[in-house]
């Protein structure tokens, strides 16, 4: 298998000396549940999953004995088959009262990396979606430690602390490898998922260890695994969350480090130097496994030194073969999965396509307002589309087609608010696109990459138009509700998701809003059971916001349809 890309920075001269080793370490990040190579949205294959990086990894450690493997977590939740399992290790049994054919006694994702010998994985953000309970299984399950130095216990705290960092020989080198954790995790989770856990400052976590590693162990190298972005993009030198990705500022603050690889923003980067740090980030979902070699030389005093290191990215392809151990370990999650995912629905009274559901209403969305707006009593909705590659077909549907449509384990909560309220989050979630004028709004591009689509919020409840021939921050235009302007000071009771309560990805206009209610259910649950209970969906949306002018409208409409031919969740 040859690697995507290569990135090869040679440190020293002189790769002569007489003794010389090589060690490698393979990482994995944000697998969300990817055993299988499948897309459990349309039930169709998918170049994805640890099954199919079995076979890169191990090919890897064929190539060199020398090896290390880590992940840098958000493991155990994202797809239906950690979804089922996870629902029977909370309560007994699957969803809808599933009952599995066999015993399903450990987690999935920690079977299958059992199997291949993880040495470590960095505790990520959604190990804690379904509560201490199902972490500390999951955690249990493991044959590896969780990894986070930044994660800490106060006195009296109950919670188990999590180890900062393990020490591995590898090839006669002693290898070092660091947790850490977005320290965003309170913002999103409800208390009692994280209960005593405090998220400090990763810097100083990291600056902590390196210390504690030079005085008691005197590694050879020195590795930090991260679940948090870069937090910076290379190309404008511009700060990207601030505060939860904080990979750019690691590697300036600690210049001792040798190496990053880090995940949590669903993206990729073969390799990059911030100083002398190798910074890596392998895709998410199983995509792509990262390898970073690390050639280091024995000095005259017998102590190694690090002579050159590079970094690859190893994809999958069509042609990657799945392992079949690792098949077998999943199976009978996947068969559960796969029997509640069969499970039947309602009717959908005509085809519908979610294509284009950043750039106009369409009824797939508005069948999710429905259901925030339904059980939380709300007078607006907030809800996006986070799958713009959902189709669901004329006539009967089934629990399949709701999961594409609302893959997230979110709750929804009932928060007190105003209109102004409402008009800051509708200018938030405009930044997805870019402002035109005159014959620029008949070009492309005029969707903004830097804003991921699955932020681009819509609201139910109200009506209004964003006019993209004005400025930033001033796009929302003739926001009314029943009919009205709506006053910025008008009381309002809205449905939001609890990330977005949390204030995740801009919508800090939702933090510190009083809580009048919240599921006790997640939401797709919750639109499993609307629709179960009516036996129709939605076939034609009410239109109750548009996109301005027109000439921008169609040619958001054609980026839409050209990003819709390749889909993929981020």
């Not at 890169?56 to 977590?73: F, K, M, S, T, V």
């Not at 190309?235 to 995940?263: H, M, Q, R, S, W």
């Not at 997640?522 to 009516?534: A, L």
Request: aromatic residues 8%; contains cysteine; glycine residues 8%.
């Amino acid at each position: 298998m040859r690697p995507s890309a290569l990135v090869f920075f040679l440190l020293a001269a002189g790769l002569g000396h007489s003794e010389q080793v090589v060690v490698t370490v393979l990482a994995t990040t944000d697998l969300h549940g990817n055993l299988y190579p499948i897309d459990y949205g349309t039930g169709l294959p998918a170049g994805r999953g640890l099954a199919k990086i079995a076979t890169l990894i191990r090919a890897a450690e064929q190539d060199n004995p020398n090896h290390l493997l880590i992940d840098c977590g958000d493991t155990i939740q994202g797809t239906p088959l950690e979804y089922v399992y996870q629902t029977v290790a909370r309560t007994g049994a699957g969803p809808m009262g599933l009952k599995p054919a066999t015993a399903l006694a450990h987690d999935p994702m920690m079977l299958a990396m059992n199997r291949l010998g993880y040495q470590a994985m960095a505790v990520g953000n959604h190990e804690y979606n379904f509560g201490l309970r199902n972490l500390d299984k999951a955690r249990s399950d493991a044959q590896f430690p969780w990894l986070s130095a930044n994660t800490s216990v106060p006195p009296g705290g109950r919670e188990r602390p999590f180890a900062p960092y393990i020490v591995k020989i590898v090839g006669g080198v002693k290898v070092a490898v660091i947790g850490i954790t977005t320290p965003a995790v309170p913002t999103w989770e409800k208390p009692e998922n994280i209960g005593s856990y405090r998220f400090n400052s990763p810097v100083d976590a990291v600056k902590k260890a390196v210390a504690e590693l030079r005085a008691r162990e005197h590694p050879d190298l020195i590795l930090v695994a991260a679940h948090s972005g870069l937090g910076r993009n290379f190309d404008t030198n511009a700060a990207e969350g601030p505060g939860e990705n904080v990979v750019y500022e690691l590697a300036t603050a600690v210049p001792a480090l040798d190496a990053i690889v880090f995940g949590h923003t669903h993206l990729q980067l073969e390799g990059r130097l911030i100083g002398k740090v190798l910074v890596v980030q392998p895709k998410n979902w199983g995509i792509s496994l990262a390898r970073l070699d690390f050639t280091l030389e024995r000095n005259p005093g017998g102590a190694w030194s690090l002579a050159a290191k590079k970094s690859s990215l190893i994809p999958v392809t069509a042609q990657t073969a799945a392992a079949d151990d690792i098949l077998e370990i999943a199976r009978p999650y996947h068969e559960l999965a796969e029997r509640h995912l069969d499970t039947p629905v309602a009717t959908s009274p005509r085809e519908l396509d979610a294509a284009l559901g950043r750039v106009e209403d369409i009824a797939v969305v508005d069948a999710v307002h429905q259901v925030q707006l339904f059980y939380s009593h709300a007078d607006v909705s907030f809800t996006a589309l986070f799958n713009a590659g959902v189709h669901i077909p004329k006539g009967p549907i089934t629990v399949r087609q709701i999961a594409a449509l609302y893959p997230y384990d979110n709750e929804l909560y009932a928060v007190e608010g105003s209109g102004k309220m409402v008009k800051d989050a509708l200018e938030n979630a405009a930044r997805y696109y870019l402002s035109c004028e005159g014959a620029r709004c008949s070009q492309a591009p005029l969707i903004n990459r830097a804003v991921a689509g699955f932020n681009c919020d819509t609201a139910h409840g109200v009506e209004y138009e964003i006019d993209l021939g004005r400025p930033e921050g001033d796009r929302v235009r003739n926001l009314r509700w029943h009919g009205k302007p709506l006053a910025p000071d008008q009381k309002l009771r809205i449905a939001i998701n609890n990330y977005r309560a949390a204030g995740s990805a801009g919508y800090s206009m939702f933090i510190g809003a009083k809580l009048l209610w919240h599921s006790e259910d997640e939401i797709r649950d919750m639109i499993v059971r609307y629709y179960s209970d009516r036996a129709m969906l939605p076939g034609e949306p009410d239109g109750n916001w548009r996109v301005i002018p027109e000439t921008a409208r169609r040619e958001l409409e054609k980026e839409a349809l050209a990003a819709a031919a390749h889909p993929q969740l981020q």
